[in-house]
């Protein structure tokens, strides 16, 4: 029997699917049986509008009027749909309302009127174009060199280099293919132009993803229809907005989003630094639950390693390192690199400024985005960051005082082009500053280097994480929560086994010393990173160790880069890497340091994966990681899924096996699949939000709270913390507080009873390093 659900309900939990060419929408459609058996209440997939071909994540949307075809199309996302309504599920779908993939503009029909007809095109305002600067053409970033105009060929009415096609406006076909290009409204130039010539505004620094102007009501009708459509006749449910800081407004996107949806549950995929809030009043569920992940991952790290991981970092990299300026100037590296047309452009908008000459009014905004604390602003929220970004640079660099005195005032312009085009920069700055820079040049402890996260603070105390998610439970309770997205550096089990070197620093940093004497490379603190990953995902294949590495010295783009690679550096990389596999001796001694390290990883697992799902909020499940995944960054995260073995193991659990914490992930699966049905069964029972304290002497070692509501009890997380310092010390007589009576593990179905002193850690954790309770 079909049950349709409620369109307008929020989730009780999302299952994260990556809906490509290799996993069309019918394949989704035949896992929608594991997903309710799981317990989640949606599938949340990966946009699905027409995107460019061969593309593996969708965000290059060239067509917002169609399904994915290769995906599935129109038809696939019905059967996906009646699939889900069939066992009582919802969807959530990831849009992308910011950018338009324009890599091959016959491709992407907008974008090709838009280079046929120029500014006449009917779709001009839909892109934001600097026609002026271009002497109103728009700047194509294509050519292997400024020489390669005398390789264009007009074919078929079309202007050709080598495989790329370009239209042509009428009556320009005439003459050489250099005289037919000079006539067009766009102009191919030498790839390296894009640094500082374009004139359209880009995701981050990729040439062939062209920004949108949602702003305007007509652009956002015309890219918004399927979806409204889509979510009117109640095959979505939900949804998820892909980048909103590179929107002007993103406050007026969301509230026309939220009035045209009928207010459905959406949240933004907003990156928040730690301490940071969404704005007060956006009509937003919350964010994609990046803040979350750090929280998680903090609680999880004992700093008590830190003094050790930073001596072997100053060792390694020659000199203690400061990660502020570290970001500072791999920042500033963005704004006079990649990011350089957007630095320009925002010059160009801002005009002359009385006394202040060009050059001193670039290297300004340079350096007041290279210092913002924030990925943006949304003036008038977020002026307090203008403010103390302009005073720090001051002070940092008087002989900019002038330019920063006339740029303040204009920056702080509520929704002037000057103010807006500084906000929608400063993300992009950010990203790739940071995320994509500083996070791969900083080795000194890799698990915090993660998307939401602050590698320079070394863990948190459980009292902090408690704090955390009393906020979180007042201000955004039905935000999204995660641990892996296709995102993350690394997956959540990934990090839950790096975390155990800061209770092993020593141990790590004498197992690192010799891997570096054994298979030196020149760059230390990359070579210290690459160990720390292979090490967090071993074992693993020869191709996804070497991909990651080239990954990653690339992206530090201290010693090689994308653009300009160091063969022979590259090659010594290379060997060490391949020394994991070939060296006898390097590979006795990875498997022993990770045989060492597995059953605590495991612990931190399923810690952190009972907390993220027991969490305030609506808790993700990334694609397969019911079961450990040890993934890297993208796309290594992208791998399929074995869903077979999944729903084997689920069928066995069900059938009453408590399974060991062992390499099989079945405990995983135990904890996520019963957590999952209760939110699901019992809403009821995660209501509120209060810390549960725990006595004795492994007490450190707990994290626990009661999800019930005010005067109630709810459904009781209890976990395991710092589990190498817990195995030499033991449980002794911990307790944990909770009021007298017979308790049930809802993992285990282990039934205890509390006295006056609470619940015995060392019962309550026989079984598992998790408990999840709840009173009878």
């Not at 075809?69 to 889900?84: C, F, K, N, S, T």
């Not at 452009?345 to 050059?359: F, M």
């Not at 002794?732 to 009576?741: E, Q, S």
């Amino acid at each position: 029997m079909t049950s349709t659900p409620d369109r307008r309900a929020v989730p009780t939990a999302t299952y994260r699917l990556q809906v490509t060419a290799d996993f069309t929408l019918d394949d989704a459609a035949a896992v929608v049986d594991h997903l309710a058996a799981l317990g989640v209440s949606h599938a949340y997939s990966s946009p699905l509008l027409r995107s460019a071909a061969g593309s593996t994540h969708g965000y290059d949307t060239v067509d917002h009027e169609h399904v994915d075809e290769a995906r599935g199309g129109r038809e696939g996302l019905d059967r996906l749909v009646a699939a889900l309504h069939e066992r009582g599920l919802g969807l959530v779908l990831d849009l992308v309302p910011n950018h338009m993939g324009v890599a091959d503009p016959a491709e992407a029909p907008w974008w090709w009127d838009v280079l046929q007809h120029g500014r006449d095109s009917q779709h001009a305002a839909a892109f934001d174009i600097d026609w002026d600067f271009g002497g109103g053409k728009v700047r194509l970033p294509v050519l292997g060199s400024a020489d390669d105009l005398e390789k264009l060929e007009v074919v078929d009415g079309e202007l050709r280099y080598y495989d790329n096609r370009f239209p042509l406006a009428p009556g320009t076909e005439q003459g050489t293919p250099q005289e037919v290009h000079a006539r067009q409204n766009y102009e191919l130039v030498d790839w390296r132009r894009a640094d500082a010539d374009l004139n359209y505004r880009r995701f981050f620094a990729i040439n062939t993803l062209a920004g949108l102007r949602a702003e305007d009501s007509e652009v956002f009708a015309a890219t918004h229809r399927l979806v409204l459509e889509l979510v009117e006749s109640g095959a979505v449910d939900g949804l998820r907005i892909d980048h909103p800081d590179g929107l002007a407004d993103p406050r007026a996107y969301l509230e026309r989003l939220a009035r045209l949806s009928g207010d459905r549950w959406t949240v933004v995929e907003k990156i928040l630094e730690p301490g940071e809030d969404l704005p007060e009043g956006w009509a937003t569920a919350g964010t994609t639950g990046y803040d979350a992940l750090s929280e998680v991952d903090q609680v999880l790290v004992d700093p008590a390693g830190e003094a050790a991981l930073t001596a072997l970092d100053t060792e390694l990299a020659g000199a203690p390192v400061d990660y502020a300026q570290l970001v500072h100037d791999s920042k500033r590296e963005v704004t006079d690199g990649i990011l350089g047309s957007e630095v320009n452009r925002l010059v160009r908008v801002i005009g002359e400024l009385p006394g202040v000459e060009t050059a001193q009014q670039t290297e300004a905004l340079a350096e007041l985005l290279a210092s913002f604390d924030v990925y943006r602003s949304y003036l008038p929220d977020g002026r307090e960051h203008l403010d103390a970004t302009v005073a720090a640079v001051r002070e940092r660099r008087p002989d900019l005082t002038a330019a920063l005195d006339a740029l303040h005032p204009v920056l702080a312009s509520a929704g002037t082009e000057a103010a807006t085009r500084f906000e929608q920069t400063s993300g992009p700055v950010m990203a790739k500053g940071v995320e994509d820079s500083a996070y791969y040049r900083w080795a000194r402890f890799a698990m915090l280097n993660e998307v939401g996260g602050d590698p320079a603070r070394f863990g948190s105390s459980v009292e902090e994480f408690h704090a955390a998610q009393a906020h979180r439970l007042e201000r955004k309770p039905l935000a999204m929560t995660t641990l892996s997205t296709h995102d993350t550096k690394r997956s959540e089990d990934t990090r839950a086994r790096l975390a155990v070197l800061a209770e092993l620093p020593d141990e790590w940093a004498g197992l690192v010393r010799g891997l570096l004497d054994r298979h030196p490379l020149p760059d230390r603190p990359l070579a210290h990173l690459v160990w720390q990953n292979l090490v967090g995902a071993w074992p693993l294949s020869r191709e996804r160790a070497q991909a990651f590495a080239e990954k990653a010295a690339r992206e530090a783009g201290l010693s090689t880069t994308w653009t300009d690679q160091d063969e022979a550096f590259e090659a010594q990389l290379h060997a060490m890497v391949d020394a994991a596999f070939d060296d006898p001796a390097t590979t006795a001694e990875l498997d022993a340091f990770v045989e060492r390290i597995a059953l605590p990883g495991w612990s931190n697992s399923l810690t952190q994966k009972l907390v993220q799902l027991t969490l305030p909020g609506v808790p993700d499940v990334y694609q397969g990681t019911e079961l450990w995944d040890h993934s890297l960054v993208d796309p290594d995260n992208r791998r399929p899924v074995d869903y077979d073995l999944r729903r084997q193991l689920l069928g066995r659990l069900d059938e009453g096996w408590v399974p060991p914490v062992d390499e099989t992930g079945a405990a995983k699966l135990l904890v996520v699949s019963r957590v999952l049905r209760l939110r699901r069964d019992s809403p009821e029972l995660f209501a509120g939000y209060t810390p549960v304290t725990a006595t004795g002497p492994a007490a450190q070692h707990v994290v626990a709270f009661d999800r019930g509501a005010e005067g109630s009890e709810g459904a009781v997380t209890v976990a395991t913390r710092l589990p190498v310092g817990l195995a030499r010390s033991g449980w002794g007589d911990t307790a944990v507080a909770l009021p007298t009576g017979a308790w049930r593990d809802v993992l285990t179905g282990e039934r205890l009873v509390s006295d006056a002193a609470g619940l015995r850690a060392d019962a309550v954790l026989a079984a598992l390093p998790v408990a999840l309770l709840v009173h009878e």
